[in-house]
């Protein structure tokens, strides 16, 4: 079984900034990609940003910019470093791991996974 626990939420003010950190652990031989999405009170839950094994990213358009996804392999460890909060980023905001791998015959084919969300509140 794989677990994601999530760390580095909390209250900032608008113009501040927090790093989110994800840990995977469990039986992993690798992860495709790492990413994280957030959920605002009454909304759907959105991609924020992801980055694959080999390290290249997307980013949703509202936060292009302002945010950096990054990722530690060896660590099964993905980050996200806020800058320049807006009160538009309060959300429960949730690392997925996608295929992962818990052996090299299963890479390509792996299973996705959801830590259980981190709290970011930014006041204006």
């Known amino acids: 079984q794989v677990q994601l626990v999530e760390s580095g939420g909390g209250l900032v003010q608008a113009g501040g900034s927090l790093r989110l950190s994800c840990a995977a652990s469990?039986?992993?031989?690798?992860?495709?990609?790492m990413g994280w999405y957030r959920q605002a009170p009454g909304k759907q839950r959105e991609l924020v940003a992801t980055?694959?094994?080999?390290?290249?990213?997307t980013y949703a358009d509202s936060v292009k910019g302002r945010f950096t996804i990054s990722r530690d392999n060896a660590k099964n460890t993905v980050y996200l470093q806020m800058n320049r909060l807006k009160p538009e980023d309060t959300a429960d905001y949730y690392c997925?791991?996608?295929?992962?791998?818990?052996?090299?015959?299963?890479?390509?084919?792996?299973?996705?996974?959801w830590g259980q969300g981190t709290q970011v509140t930014v006041s204006s």
């Open positions: 980055i694959n094994y080999g390290g290249s990213t």
């Open positions: 997925n791991a996608a295929g992962v791998a818990r052996a090299a015959w299963e890479i390509g084919r792996g299973s996705d996974y």
């Open positions: 469990g039986n992993i031989f690798s992860i495709n990609v």
